[in-house]
């Protein structure tokens, strides 16, 4: 078995937690904030945004104007990284989640609820496969997220394709970088 956890490269010298599992039961390795951080809760973000709509519900918005919306006010969620990456045998990816007790104790969840660490993200010319925790913070409090701190887990899995999969384009970036709208 191939798979394996390591630091990258801007954390090379620096003490960070590789992942682990709490118990031999476990199925999920805990994943462990690389530094420190707050996190403002999120309807503050929506407040401050002060977008200028009239009336009391925005107006639809294709992707890409909500891709853009979201940057110009900030409303991108918080990206926790966890210093590490991940080499994954072919066939298999990395499955993230928050730790439940993030999000009953916390208040805080997973933007995109599940992330997904592909095998061939490790490595990537974008950021060297540094995995990253999406989070929303949905409680009233700014919460201090410290070094060290246990945020996520992620659980190695298989995963298939289809018989007439013909699929040969290879990966050349980072976060969404298998996305390709049509215009």
């Known amino acids: 078995m191939a798979n394996r956890f390591e630091k990258v490269s ?7 937690k590789i992942p682990v599992r709490a118990t031999k039961g476990s199925a999920g390795y805990d994943f462990f904030a690389a530094e420190d ?7 503050i973000k929506i407040q401050n945004a002060k977008m200028g709509y009239e009336g009391a519900v925005p107006p639809p918005l294709t992707l890409d104007k909500a891709e853009e919306m979201t940057k110009r006010y900030n409303l991108r969620p918080n990206l926790i990284s966890t210093g590490v990456k991940c080499k994954l045998d072919k066939g298999k990816f990395l499955m993230l989640c928050v730790r439940s007790s993030i999000a009953l104790k916390c208040g805080m969840n997973l933007a995109n609820c599940v992330g997904i660490i592909d095998e061939d993200y490790y490595n990537n010319e974008a950021n060297e496969g540094e995995i990253f925790l999406q989070i929303y913070n949905f409680s009233p409090f700014t919460i201090r997220i410290n070094k060290g701190d246990k945020i996520g887990q992620g659980i190695i899995m298989s995963y298939d394709t289809v018989e007439d999969d013909n699929t040969l384009k290879e990966r050349t970036g980072g976060f969404g970088s298998t996305t390709e709208r049509e215009k």
């Open 37 to 43: 951080m707050y996190i403002m809760p999120y309807e």
């Open 10 to 16: 801007r954390y090379k010298n620096a003490k960070i």
